[in-house]
C-alpha cells in the first residue's frame, strides 16, 4: 500500500497523458469514420472503393502493426516528424476511425427511406436531409455501438507505451522497475484502468436512456 501512494503521483500524471490521448484520437476517430461511411454510401464507385480499402486495410490488420508502420515507418521520410505522442493518437485515431465508419453507415442504412422520401417533399437537400434528419436519428441507434468502440480504443491507449508514450501503463512499468512490486503496482495500473471504463460505461447508460430508450 505504502508503495502504490508513493507512486500515485506518476501513475496520476500517466492518467493524463491517457486521458489527453483518448479525448483527441475519440474525436478524430469519430470524424474519420464519419466521412469514409458517407464515402461508402456515396453514388460514385471511386469514392466507394477508397473507403472500402481503407476500411478493410484497418480492420484487416493488427493495431502493433498498424502503430509501428506509422512511428517507424512514416518518420522514416525527411519530411515527416511525427513525436511518440502524436503518432500514437493519429493511430488510435485511424483505427477507431474505420470501425466508426461501419458503424456509421449501418446505424444510416437503418433509417427508413421513407425519410428520405418525406425530406424532399419538405424541400430539403441531400445535404441537409442528412444532416437534419438521417443523422440524428442514426445516432441514436448507434450511441450505444459507438461507446462500446470507444472502450475498445481507450484500452488499445495501453500498447503506445511500447513506442514509450509517458502513458498510465508506461509510467507503471517505470514504476515497477524502480520498485520491483509488479503485482502490486499492475494491480493498481488495473484498478485505475477499470474505473475510467466503468465511468465512461455509466456514461454510455445514461446517454442510452436519455436519447436511445425515450
Do not use: C, H
Request: proline share 3%.
Amino acid at each position: 500500500m505504502e508503495t502504490i501512494i508513493e507512486s500515485l503521483p506518476m501513475l496520476w500524471e500517466g492518467l493524463k497523458m491517457t486521458l489527453y490521448i483518448f479525448a483527441i484520437a475519440i474525436v478524430l476517430g469519430f470524424l474519420i469514420g464519419l466521412v469514409m461511411a458517407l464515402l461508402r454510401l456515396a453514388p460514385f464507385k471511386i469514392l466507394n472503393w477508397i473507403a472500402k480499402i481503407f476500411i478493410d486495410a484497418i480492420r484487416g490488420t493488427p493495431f502493433i502493426v498498424q502503430l509501428f508502420f506509422i512511428y517507424f515507418g512514416l518518420n522514416s521520410f525527411s519530411w515527416v516528424s511525427l513525436d511518440n505522442v502524436w503518432a500514437g493518437i493519429v493511430t488510435v485515431a485511424i483505427n477507431a476511425g474505420a470501425y466508426f465508419a461501419e458503424i456509421i453507415r449501418a446505424g444510416i442504412q437503418s433509417i427508413d427511406k421513407g425519410q428520405t422520401e418525406a425530406a424532399r417533399s419538405l424541400g430539403l437537400n441531400q445535404s441537409q436531409n442528412m444532416r437534419y434528419i438521417i443523422l440524428p436519428q442514426a445516432f441514436r441507434r448507434m450511441l450505444p455501438t459507438i461507446t462500446n468502440q470507444a472502450i475498445i480504443s481507450l484500452k488499445d491507449t495501453s500498447l503506445l507505451s511500447i513506442i514509450g508514450v509517458a502513458d498510465l501503463t508506461q509510467r507503471g512499468r517505470v514504476i515497477v522497475s524502480a520498485t520491483f512490486e509488479p503485482f502490486t503496482i499492475y494491480l493498481a495500473l488495473g484498478v485505475m484502468y477499470f474505473v475510467i471504463i466503468y465511468l465512461l460505461s455509466l456514461l454510455s447508460s445514461y446517454l442510452e436512456r436519455r436519447f436511445v430508450l425515450r
